[in-house]
């Protein structure tokens, strides 16, 4: 084994404590990314089946006037 006088030992242990702060902070840095990510997406996600609602109702709407202009010419036709 080394014997490490104690300047060494101090650098030892400054090395080790900064390594250790140095994954800390990586760790925090990167929850932070993931999360403001993930509610990124969410968003995305809650805006595009707005979207998709909305679509949907047009499309019914739309439907229901077809439907009823193909009533209007069949009944204009059976005149």
Known sequence: MYIL???EEILV???GL???IGLLI???RDYKSMTNEYNIKMRKK???EKYVKNLIKEINAKNE???KTAEL???NKSK
């Open 18 to 20: 900064s390594l250790v």
């Open 46 to 48: 809650e805006n595009d």
């Open 5 to 7: 006088s104690d300047t």
């Open 65 to 67: 006037l077809l439907k």
């Open 73 to 75: 010419i069949k009944k």
């Open 13 to 15: 242990l400054i090395v």
């Open 26 to 28: 990586k760790s925090y």
